[in-house]
């Protein structure tokens, strides 16, 4: 019995000294940073569809990391229950942080033809933010591809972790909840 714990001391003790040391971690490239990603935050106004005719809301919008890589061009766009393929630009080259930035009921049904009598419940608006980076790439506010058969199927725009992440909103999202 003794050799027995003897044993499993010293085996013990060979893992504690043999174990992961700091030097052991790889070095990351110095160019990882963290990514380009909007924050919205709805200031005041309605929380819902319900009234379109009499919507309204106000928002601000600006990166949620401070620090991180700066968009050179950042336009504003609303899109009309999911379809991706025909959306509207609300503002064009707007500088961060943007505060007070209003949209109307009226405004979504100008651009989207929305007829308020047949407004369905579940039907949505979404607000999301199209960031040109310095290198040129376009993070669309809203994307998708077509499949096989011809259907729009959207994609995550900033991965759909950044949808989790503690305080972020990286778009706006109002929907009719009674019929």
């Not at 707007?94 to 209003?102: D, G, S």
């Not at 109307?104 to 039907?123: R, S």
């Not at 199927?153 to 972790?161: C, E, L, R």
Request: contains cysteine; aromatic residues 12%; glycine residues 6%.
């Amino acid at each position: 019995m003794k050799n027995s714990v003897t044993l499993i001391l010293m085996l013990l003790a060979v893992c504690v000294f043999s174990s992961c040391r700091k030097n052991d971690n790889p070095k990351l490239p110095d160019n990882i940073r963290e990514g380009v990603l909007p924050l919205f935050t709805q200031t005041a106004g309605s929380g819902n569809l319900n009234n379109i005719r009499n919507f309204t809301a106000t928002f601000d919008l600006d990166y949620y990391f401070p620090n991180a890589l700066k968009a050179t061009k950042i336009d504003i766009y609303a899109a009309y229950d999911g379809d991706y393929q025909h959306t509207h630009l609300i503002q064009a080259n707007v500088t961060l942080p943007a505060k007070n930035i209003t949209v109307t009921g009226a405004q979504f049904i100008e651009w989207f033809g929305i007829d308020p009598a047949t407004l369905a419940k579940d039907e949505y608006i979404e607000i999301g933010a199209d960031m040109t980076l310095p290198d040129g790439t376009l993070v669309k506010a809203f994307p998708f591809y077509l499949d096989g058969n011809g259907n729009m199927v959207p994609i995550a725009p900033y991965s759909s972790n950044s949808y989790g992440m503690a305080g972020s909103n990286p778009s706006l999202f109002w929907q009719k909840t009674i019929d």
